[in-house]
C-alpha cells in the first residue's frame, strides 16, 4: 500500500508541474508531408500536447481530410496520436525518440504507425521516421526532414522545410493507371509566420517533387501551392 | 617612443583636452523600472522541443503553443499568491521561462518565495536583485595610455580578436561613435522596447574594448577587430549617469541573448548581490566555450558577485588596495574611452579595468580559440616584477599573448632568434 500510495503522491506532484496546452488551426489545404490531404480544400485541426515535467511527452493531433482513395473507402478524418520522450542537453540542443499512430476514419487500412529520432534547436529541428507499413501497405517508409525557423523582426518568422521519402511502392491494389511507383520524393515548405499574443499566421508555398506521389492514398494529384494557416493557442 | 607615437599621443591630449570642457554628458532620459525590490522571478520549465504534428508547426520558444500553457500557469500563481505579472522571457539555455512578477507592499517577500519554491509547478524562485556598475567618469584626469602599458601596436600585429564574438552587457552604447561605428555587429535593448539612448557607461566600456583602429580618430580599442555585441541590461539614472543599475531580468535577458548568439568572450562591468538565475546562465555561457570577465568590487571577499564565481575572471582596477589573490588587476587609472554625443573623455575604475581585460581575453582567443577559463588563466598568470616588498602585478598583456603564441609576442626586435609570427594584419 505504501508503494502504492508514494507512486499516487509522485503522479501527483507530476501532474501538478505538467504542461497542457493546444492548439485550433484552419487551414486553406491541408499538406501532409507536401502532399495535399484534404483534395486542395479548407480543413480544421485541433492538438493538444501533455508535457510531463521529466521530458515525457503524449498528444493527439485531428484534422478533417477529403481521401478517396481507389478501390478503398474513402475518409474524412485523420488523427494522429503520438508519445515519446525529449531531453535537452547542456549544449541547448535537445534530443527526442518516439512513435506515432495516424488512423483514419472510415477507412482503417490507411491506418499506419512509426517510430522517429530527432534533434531540435530553437531555430533547427531534424528529424527521421521510419514506418514497417506505410499507410496500412506491406511498403516499409522512411521519412527525413530539416525545419528551420528564423527571425526576422520581433513577430515575423522566415520557415523553411525541406523532407525526403524513401518509399519502396509495392500495390497491394494491382496496377493503378497512369501512376508510376515512385521511390523518393522530396517537399519543400518555404513560409512567412506572423506571431500576435495567441494567435499564429502563415502563409508558404508548398511544393512536392512528383504529383502523384500518393495518389494511392488519397485519389488526387497534389500541385504545388500557397497555404494559409491561422492557428489559436491555449 | 618614435616620433609618430610621440605626434599621436601628443594629438590625443589635444583632442581629449578640447572635448574635456563638455566631457560631461548630457542628462539621458532612462527609464526607470518598476518598484524592483518587490518583484521576484518565478521559473517556469520549458519542456524540450519534440514532435508536435500540428499544422505549420516548426519549433521555436515564440511560437510554441505550449507559451500559452505556461502563461496560463503563471496567471494561476500569480493569483494564489496575490500577485501581479509584470513580464516574462524564455530563457532556454535554462530549460526555464522567466515570470517577473510584483508582490504588493504589505506582503514579506522571504516567506513568499519560500512558499512558492514548494508549488510543484515552479522550478525556481527568487527576488529580483539589482547591481550597478563598477565605474566613476572622471573626463580630466591625467592622460596614461594603455595602449603603451600593453604594447596594443606590436599585439596587434599578431591578433586584433577578428572573428571573436565579445558581449558587452552594459548601458546602453552609441553605435554611430565615430570610433564605434560599424564595429557593434548586434545591438539590443534588454531594458525596455524603446530605442535606446546612448549612455556613458556602456559606451565607454565597448570603445575601451572595441574602438576602431587607424581612422584617424579617437581611440584604439584593446581587440580593435572583435565583433562587438551591445546588449543593454543597465540603464542610467538621470541624477548619476555614472551610476547605471542593472535587475536580475535584465542581465538574464542579454545573457540568454549571448549565449544564443555565440559569444565567446562576455564582459560583465557590475556587480550585486549574489543572483542565483544569473549564475546559472553564467555556468551555461561558460559550459559553451565563453569566458566571462566581471568587474571586482573590491569591498566584498573575492570581488562579489559575479566576479567571485568560480568560472569566471575577476578583474580590478590597479590602484584599489587589497585586491584578494584571486582577482587580476589591469590598468583603471585615466584610460581614455569613448563617450555618447561622439566624444571621448577619460574614465577610471574596476569597469574598465574589466573591459581592458575582456579585449585582451578577446586577443587571446583569436590566438588559440578553443581556449577554457582555465587556460586563459595560467596565461594570464603575473609576475611581480616591482621587488621589495612584492605587490600584485598588473596583468601582463605581452607575456600572455607571447605564452599563447609560443613565441616573442613585444619588442622582439631584441629577442635573439624569437620573432612573433603574424596572425593578422
Given at each position: 500500500m505504501r508503494g502504492v500510495a508514494a507512486l499516487l503522491l509522485c503522479a501527483g506532484a507530476s501532474g501538478a508541474a505538467a504542461q497542457l496546452s493546444g492548439t485550433l488551426s484552419a487551414v486553406t489545404d491541408y499538406r501532409y508531408r507536401g502532399v495535399t490531404f484534404s483534395d486542395r480544400r479548407p480543413a480544421a485541426q485541433a492538438g493538444f500536447t501533455y508535457d510531463d515535467p521529466i521530458g515525457w511527452y503524449a498528444g493527439a493531433f485531428g484534422s478533417t481530410v477529403r481521401l478517396t482513395p481507389p478501390r478503398a473507402s474513402s475518409s474524412n478524418f485523420q488523427t494522429i496520436a503520438y508519445a515519446g520522450y525529449a531531453i535537452r542537453l547542456a549544449s541547448g540542443v535537445s534530443l527526442e525518440a518516439g512513435g506515432d499512430y495516424s488512423a483514419f476514419a472510415g477507412a482503417s487500412d490507411l491506418n499506419y504507425g512509426e517510430v522517429f529520432v530527432g534533434g531540435a534547436t530553437e531555430n533547427l529541428n531534424a528529424r527521421i521516421y521510419y514506418s514497417p507499413?506505410?499507410?496500412?501497405?506491406?511498403s516499409k517508409a522512411a521519412y527525413g526532414e530539416i525545419n528551420v525557423a528564423q527571425p526576422l523582426i520581433d513577430s515575423l518568422r522566415l520557415h523553411l522545410h525541406l523532407g525526403f521519402l524513401r518509399y519502396r511502392y509495392e500495390n497491394r491494389y494491382g496496377y493503378l493507371y497512369g501512376v508510376t511507383p515512385v521511390k523518393n520524393v522530396i517537399d519543400g515548405r518555404i513560409g512567412l509566420r506572423a506571431d500576435l499574443d495567441m494567435f499564429q499566421f502563415e502563409l508558404a508555398w508548398v511544393g512536392v517533387s512528383?504529383?502523384?506521389?500518393a495518389y494511392f492514398i488519397t485519389g488526387r494529384n497534389t500541385p504545388n501551392g500557397v497555404v494559409a494557416t491561422l492557428s489559436v493557442s491555449f | 617612443m618614435t616620433i609618430l607615437a610621440a605626434w599621436r599621443r601628443a594629438l590625443l591630449v589635444l583632442a581629449l583636452l578640447a572635448v574635456s570642457s563638455i566631457a560631461r554628458t548630457q542628462g539621458v532620459e532612462a527609464p526607470e523600472p518598476s518598484a524592483t525590490t518587490r518583484e521576484v522571478l518565478v521559473m517556469l520549465r520549458l519542456p524540450p522541443l519534440h514532435f508536435r504534428p500540428d499544422a505549420g508547426y516548426i519549433g521555436g520558444y515564440s511560437t510554441q503553443s505550449g507559451s500559452a500553457a505556461r502563461q496560463r500557469i503563471a496567471e494561476d500563481l500569480a493569483t494564489r499568491f496575490k500577485l501581479r505579472i509584470v513580464n516574462n522571457w524564455p530563457m532556454p539555455a535554462l530549460g526555464v521561462v522567466c515570470f517577473v512578477m510584483e508582490a504588493p507592499?504589505?506582503?514579506?517577500?522571504q516567506p513568499l518565495i519560500e512558499r512558492m519554491s514548494?508549488?510543484?509547478?515552479?522550478?525556481s524562485v527568487q527576488a529580483m536583485n539589482l547591481f550597478r556598475v563598477l565605474a566613476h567618469d572622471d573626463p580630466l584626469y591625467r592622460l596614461q595610455p594603455t595602449a603603451g602599458l600593453w604594447h596594443l601596436d606590436e599585439l596587434h600585429r599578431v591578433?586584433?580578436?577578428?572573428n571573436v564574438r565579445v558581449a558587452a552587457i552594459d548601458s546602453a552604447v552609441e553605435v554611430d561613435h565615430p570610433d564605434l561605428r560599424g564595429r557593434i555587429v548586434l545591438a539590443r535593448n534588454f531594458?525596455?522596447?524603446?530605442?535606446a539612448v546612448a549612455e556613458v557607461h556602456g559606451t565607454a566600456v565597448a570603445g575601451i574594448i572595441g574602438a576602431r583602429a587607424d581612422n584617424s580618430v579617437g581611440i584604439v580599442g584593446v581587440a580593435p577587430d572583435a565583433e562587438l555585441m551591445a546588449l543593454r541590461a543597465c540603464w542610467e539614472r538621470p541624477a548619476d549617469e555614472s551610476a547605471a543599475v542593472c535587475s536580475s531580468f535584465t542581465l538574464a535577458k542579454a545573457l540568454q541573448f549571448a549565449i544564443d548568439n555565440g559569444a565567446k568572450v562576455i564582459n560583465l562591468s557590475l556587480g550585486g548581490p549574489h543572483d542565483r538565475l544569473v549564475e546559472r546562465l553564467l555556468a551555461v555561457a561558460v559550459s559553451r566555450g565563453a569566458i566571462v570577465v566581471a568587474a571586482a568590487d573590491?569591498?566584498?571577499?573575492?570581488?562579489g558577485f559575479p566576479a567571485s564565481l568560480r568560472d569566471v575572471l575577476a578583474v580590478a582596477a590597479?590602484?584599489?588596495?587589497?585586491?584578494?589573490?584571486t582577482i587580476y588587476l589591469a590598468p583603471g587609472r585615466d584610460i581614455p574611452t569613448t563617450l555618447p554625443g561622439s566624444r571621448w573623455g577619460f574614465v577610471r575604475g574596476s569597469s574598465y579595468a574589466a573591459a581592458q581585460m575582456a579585449g585582451l581575453v578577446a586577443l587571446l582567443v583569436d590566438l588559440a580559440?578553443?581556449?577554457s577559463t582555465q587556460q586563459i588563466r595560467e596565461t594570464l598568470s603575473t609576475s611581480d616584477?616591482?621587488?621589495?616588498p612584492p605587490r600584485r602585478a598588473i596583468v601582463d598583456a605581452c607575456a600572455a599573448v607571447a605564452r599563447t603564441v609560443g613565441a616573442c609576442a613585444?619588442?622582439?626586435?631584441?629577442?635573439?632568434g624569437v620573432t612573433a609570427t603574424p596572425v593578422h594584419y
Open positions: 507499413r506505410y499507410f496500412g501497405t506491406t512528383n504529383h502523384s506521389a | 507592499e504589505d506582503l514579506p517577500l514548494n508549488d510543484a509547478r515552479v522550478e591578433a586584433t580578436g577578428r531594458v525596455d522596447a524603446r530605442d573590491t569591498r566584498f571577499a573575492k570581488g590597479d590602484d584599489v588596495q587589497d585586491a584578494a589573490e580559440p578553443d581556449q616584477r616591482s621587488g621589495t613585444c619588442g622582439c626586435r631584441f629577442a635573439r
